[in-house]
């Protein structure tokens, strides 16, 4: 195996570093009115953005000033959008972010409502522009306090809070690859998620002497398709790194001596050549450069409608929610499992109307107008992970949920659940442990006294945890949370081999977490579809709720910034419904566990979606 590694390290190196970068070639020096900026960032059409001592300078491509704001600022990005550019510096003496945008055509300046002024000394920043087309602004402090803001309008939102290696005086974003690339002076490059959702993760990029090549440390950078270019500490060698899979390929440095004092150094990529600022200004030094851009696969993106209050506990406390519907579409109640606390509340707002005490559930189903000797009932029913029961929950035709009953398992490790309502009456549910157990209970009542019957048992390889049960048509669905998608009968009387739906891969990436089914009211039992969170990339899948099970389409949930919502990440539990619950939801809703509440950082919640903005990002019937 290290040797398979080792050559594939070899042949990437060789095929990068034979066109990379031509032998060094001659630099010429960059156009005269340029050479006093401290920055700068050429234009579409040829003309230039400087920054220097003087402010802000617009040039049109024969060298003449346009349009120039006047102020001492430091730390210029820009992006591009058809025929207008923002960019976005720190005003020098308040080190607040001023973004501007320019007309090229007219050659005008204007300037747009500033970002508040930081609480902290900033060092760097940069723009980072995301797949819904939202431009963000990263601030970096000298001692590693960090921010994410994201622009919309006139409004600055501060989306997170970071910590990023301290002493960082130079950052970029490479916006296809979603990555935030960050120069730590005194050891090297770091790549960080660049989008706010999730965990995210770190990787080395470059580190300095002896543990890299870089002399002296890191100094500024240049994103480059598909790799980074990178000055040294000294500003005497020029870096370039390409980035294939999860590998970053050195190429052989190359001389620049800049004679610049440490941190003062510049790199701006324009066009085929790479423009460094040193001691005598800039010079433009050709780039024969072959890699590829790098791109996230498309996938549609979806605003959320709503989003529930934040749980009363940190971390990993929300799980799963499960949609009780009224007699009043707008008095329907979301039912969420805290697993620090118990089962929560809320109407459709996502305003909290209960909570119930009774330890850490895990997941939860609600089943509606369930048959009982000639009574009819609507029940909730969880896992409760203190003592390995099934909790059962009555809910009042005004939606105010109780206590009805705890049950026994015997189980070591519970885990998932969902319900099954037989066409027959009654209700059942299936539970299932952490070592792949599955057991399937029928739940009676006797007077007011309920009870649960152990109807059958089966397991699976590894882990599970969601499930679906289809009552229309008999199949229950469940994950295995790193192998993919099964179906087996739903009836414990006619028991059936697991067949697998989806696996885990091209659509799917583990963990397999929660999944639900929508089918129109009124509709026949071979329509419908299965949508499943992909807890590994944040993601959701749509498919067919009956064989050949094909899949539809996945998509994202991403920030309804005038809402002030952010999107959803690593979910796992999820529920639909196809009721009309008025407004947005008249086609239904679908309600989503986020891991990582943003805009800003929070305790986790549950966000609300609207089916109708489902059906039309992936065009379904």
Sequence with gaps: MKK???????LAAFSFSSAALAAPAASTAAPAFTQEAEELARLPGGGWLTLDKHGLRLFNASGQEQDRIAVRAKQLDTRVAGGTLLAVFLEADTQRPLPVTVDVQAGKLLKLAPFPVPTFSVEASCLYRDAQQLDHLFLIG????????????????????????????HC?????ARRLLVSESNMGVWAYDADAEGMGKREVVALRKPYGQLDGGAGALAVLPGGVAVLDGKAEKLHLYTHQGSQWTALPPQAVALNVRKGDSQLALDGNSLMLRGKSGW???????????????PVAIIAPQAQTAPMARQGDAADDPAIWLSSNPADARILGTNKKQGLLVYDLQGKQTQLLEVGRLNNVDVRQNIAFNGRRADLAVATQRDDNSMMLFTISADGVVAEAGRFPTGLKSIYGMCLYQPASGGVQAFINDKDGTFQQYSIGLEGNKFSATLLRSFKVATQPEGCVADDVNGRLFLGEETRGVWTTSADAARPDALSMVLPVGQHLAADVEGMAIYRQPGAKANTGYLIVSSQGDSSYVVLDAQTPYKVRGRFKVGFNLPAGIDGTSETDGLDVTSANLGGAYAQGMLVIQDGYKRLPDGPQNFKHVAWSDVARALHLE
């Design 283 to 297: 010079q433009a030094r050709p780039l024969k450069w072959h890699g590829k851009a790098e791109t996230q696969p």
């Design 4 to 10: 398979t590694v080792l050559c594939s390290a070899l």
């Design 142 to 169: 000298k001692d590693g306090q960090a921010e994410q803001w994201v622009m919309h309008g006139e409004q600055r939102q501060l989306v997170r809070k970071l910590a990023l290696p301290p002493h960082a005086k």
């Design 172 to 176: 970029r974003a490479d916006d296809g």
